[in-house]
């Protein structure tokens, strides 16, 4: 037997959700961002390389990124989920350092955040687009 299409959430349900995701999508990104440069100006140990250099290969993802973020792309919401994985994973790497820990922390919880909203937002993104298509 064939399984059945699962219908989809109504409008209402999914325009406030939606609208909350990408607030949360968005402060994180901005938030992520900002911890980076703020750490990379006043905090990091740079052991003699130009910070502008360092500050740029950080945040040339994030750049990337950024206009369809700000906008609401759906699409730029998705590569962020997996562009964030290398935020997460530096994170987890500076956490293990007990000077840096924090900074670990903060980056690692940011990178979760932005992940579970930017997948929540493509998710009910693509579902409202679908619902006033029609389906």
């Not at 980056?107 to 998710?123: D, I, M, N």
Request: net charge positive; hydrophobic share 60%; charged share 15%.
């Amino acid at each position: 037997m064939a399984r059945k299409p699962k219908t989809l959430p109504a409008l209402e349900w999914l325009a406030p959700r939606m609208g909350a995701s990408r607030v949360v999508s968005l402060a994180s990104f901005l938030s992520l961002a900002a911890l980076l440069t703020i750490n990379t100006l006043f905090f990091a140990d740079l052991h003699g390389a130009r910070t502008w250099v360092v500050l740029t290969i950080e945040l040339v993802p994030l750049l990337l990124l950024a206009p369809g973020i700000i906008m609401g792309n759906a699409r730029a919401h998705a590569w962020a989920c997996f562009v964030v994985n290398l935020y997460f994973i530096q994170g987890v790497l500076a956490a293990i350092d007990p000077a840096r820990m924090l900074f670990g922390w903060l980056e690692a919880g940011l990178s979760l955040l932005l992940f579970c909203a930017a997948l929540l937002y493509t998710r009910w993104r693509f579902q409202y687009n679908r619902k006033l298509a029609g389906e």
